[in-house]
């Protein structure tokens, strides 16, 4: 290896000149730069080569004046050359040929460069292979006949796909017969973008929801694929789309019947395949202009420390060759629509954290200016009233896409021992250099194609400029070179398409969920949901036949004779009858209350003076009483006579004598015949109150209410007590406690 000479290989696009002939290396001539330079390899440990049985002889051996003319001594060159033959067949023809140790700074595609006297940095033509982003403007060739997918609970599938119309022109374009309707075929409007696959839901029961659990899983079903067998044929990429006016999901009969691999190349032709990938051809040298420092960028309130460097971004706006145009997103209004691919630069200082408010608020707290206020007691205040927050207001130039922040602490790197880029002095604020300019558009099936959230961009990086204080040009020393090569998607194209259109966007705190694996989880719930609801409603009518209801009811008759002078007398009850009265149980409260858990319960003991206790609640009270004159012959009698309603003592009805319910009663000592009985009636409906665990006393008395002698009548009657509802006007189940 020590003996390699010299061997140097040119590209000839960029120098023009030979290697020359015979065994000298000639000139290259041009301004070409070798692409593999193999001078001084014997030394430079970065470059290598394969292993090989044979050895490199230079030069080989010569004869000498005094060899001996022998063959085999004669053979020795020979055999030499010969082997450095070998040699050379396995390093430049051999599949283990390797060759290493190119710097970027030898490929000349996109490569960045000034020429030391400017400030300008000029990139040389070459290619890139960039995302197509941009949604904005971009012509409809296809109509929604449903503006909106559509979700039914009620039906099954729940989910209904929109329809998508391919117009007249499109299928005019298609077969040739129209020229003005471009189509910017590439392929992806022809073929399936990924397996068709049917949910297998099982039908929920009884059974399996309470014990075996229901599952959702996919399979591959051939009635989804275009024809009745599965084979290769069958797969996509290799099996081509169908092409359909009308592509509607009422529309169910195979082999075309709408699923997602239909919809997916559906929609991939309504917008013309976007977040797919293209070839970006940068055809002529494009160049651009970097603004001088600016000590303004950075917010300095710190007098031991001063800016001295900023770090820019210059990158290559992606350009499809397949499309005419595409839109940017400027920050100062826009959009902006270009034609060819050009370069951007994101400025790596100038953003301004700024105290801003809204809804008419006060401004927040002015930290820029005075970093003092940071913890004060306005600074603690302004904590939770999120009217008032920071913005970064970006000091750009019309030569700028973007600005980012640069705060002071970063310029650390320009004395650290360990610097990013060695020698660079390039401080710690870099512009990431893909992520910060990428942007994916909003992008569904009602988008409105003119609305700025549409607009989408890629954008290839080339360099990082180091912009110094106080030097007026750009030399080759502070342009770094950041390139990517050998990138590749690393998402199929649906796959990113499905991603990049989601709304609100997918992150690490919202992964997606496909719409499908979505409405196939309803729907299940909603069986599930069905499956439970009608066991509840077996054990509801099964439970209510049980629960206590509030409608208790008692019926009795009265029957007594009532003597004396005429005061309040209750009356007894006979014949009693109840409905509804004997619940399973009731309310801890009110089992305390009553014999044997009835509602309602002439007292034990007390049936002669007409008690009937019952729990709380609001109860009707129905009485009626028929009376006359128990004597006569003895003496006159005269006396009219009111009914009572109380719970206890206290009375319930009537509240007040204006509305007192009253009967006569009149009898002749000398004429048996001149008897006069009387009748009266209520209905009444009261709230019987908790009172503790003492139960409600509800009897019916007659009192004398006129009259001066004193007179035995006959009483009969009858009494009914309902329990209408519980004191807070609920009916059904008793319940305790009033309304609130």
Known sequence: MKYLDRFNVYMSPYGGGSTGGGGSTGSTGGTGDAVVNLAGADTNPAFGYVGSEYSFTNPPRYYKANDPYYYEVDNIPLK????NCLWLKDQIEGVSLSVTGVSTTQILDLQPYTTNADREIKVRPGKFIGRVNDAYNISNLFSNVEANPTVDLTRTPIYKTPSVRIENNVFRAVVGSTMDVLLYSNGLSDHYQHHASVANNVIPTSDNVYSEGVQITYSLNSDYLQDSSNGMNDLPKIKTAVWQQLSNTDNLTPPNRVD???LAVDFCRRWQGIFRTSVVNISDQLSVQIEPFDSSDYLDNNATYDPK???DLVYAYT???DATKTSLAKNSGGPETITAPRLGV?????GIITAKSFGGAESAVEIAANPENIGTGDWVNQESQSDRYYDTEQNLSPLQDAAIQAPLSDQHALTAQRM????????LSFPSPDDLMNLAPIVSQDSVDNNFATIGQSVLPICYVIVKEGVAIITSDDVIDIRPFLRTSELSYNERAGVAAANPPLSLANPSVGKYELYNAMQLMRDIAQVKRDDLEVTLRALIQSVPIAKAKLSG???QLVTGTGGAQSLSIKEITTVSNNPESLPELYSQMTVGGQVMTPATGSTTEGVITCIP????????????????GDFNARNIWKMKLLNGSADLYPASDSNKQTFRCYSDEGNAYKQEGGSASFKAMVDVLENGSQPGLLKVQIVKDSGSTNQDINVRGSLHITRIANLDGTEGPITSGAAE
């Open 420 to 427: 990013p880029f060695p020698g660079k002095g390039t401080g």
């Open 80 to 83: 030499q050359i010969h082997e």
């Open 346 to 350: 994101v400025k790596g200082a100038g």
């Open 319 to 321: 350009m499809p060759i």
């Open 617 to 632: 609640g609001k109860y009707l009270v129905e009485a009626t009483i028929y009376a006359g004159p128990s004597n006569y």
């Open 260 to 262: 997602l691999q239909q």
């Open 557 to 559: 008759l009265f029957s």
């Open 309 to 311: 460097v900023r770090i």
